[in-house]
């Protein structure tokens, strides 16, 4: 197994000849956040918030407002959470399982996208509460992979 890919993925992978592109894209991964990174995401209005429950049953959220405030704080993106639905599908996931997966979509200046997969915390005491007006809990993801993804299929 290696960063990005288990043996499900190479089996596809080789059926479709598309191993050796594969592994270029996973050189382009990373562990940490460059400056770029930070400031793609700090810049974003919204993002996908992808948790899966104790039991691996899928749930992807769609985050967005005037302040979803992305940030970087110790090697670490975090998440301010506003008050929704009162559902805490993906919070209460998260809570269960921290496995997660975010993806950064650019759809209106320059077509990109960059996908974070980790571990993440949930917290009503983190210190970026603070920064944050409004918020009611801070979501922290450990990166365990961060990547560009293609943005070809991006319409302007």
């Not at 996973?26 to 104790?54: C, N, P, Q, V």
Request: hydrophobic letters at 35%.
């Amino acid at each position: 197994m290696t960063i990005m890919y288990h043996d499900g993925n190479r089996r596809l992978q080789d059926q479709f000849e598309s191993r050796r592109i594969s592994d270029r894209l996973e050189e382009l991964a990373r562990t940490a956040f460059t400056a770029d990174d930070k400031a793609f995401i700090e810049s974003a209005i919204y993002f996908f918030f992808s948790t899966a429950d104790a039991d691996g049953r899928p749930d992807c959220s769609f985050k967005a407002g005037l302040r979803i405030c992305a940030r970087h704080w110790r090697g670490r993106t975090g998440v301010s959470d506003y008050d929704g639905n009162g559902m805490f599908k993906s919070l209460g996931n998260t809570l269960v399982n921290p496995n997660v997966g975010l993806l950064f979509i650019d759809l209106h200046e320059r077509p990109r996208r960059l996908r974070v997969n980790g571990t993440a915390t949930v917290s009503r005491d983190d210190p970026l509460l603070a920064e944050t007006v409004g918020a009611q809990m801070i979501v922290r993801v450990q990166a365990r992979v961060i990547f560009p993804n293609c943005p070809r299929y991006i319409r302007r």
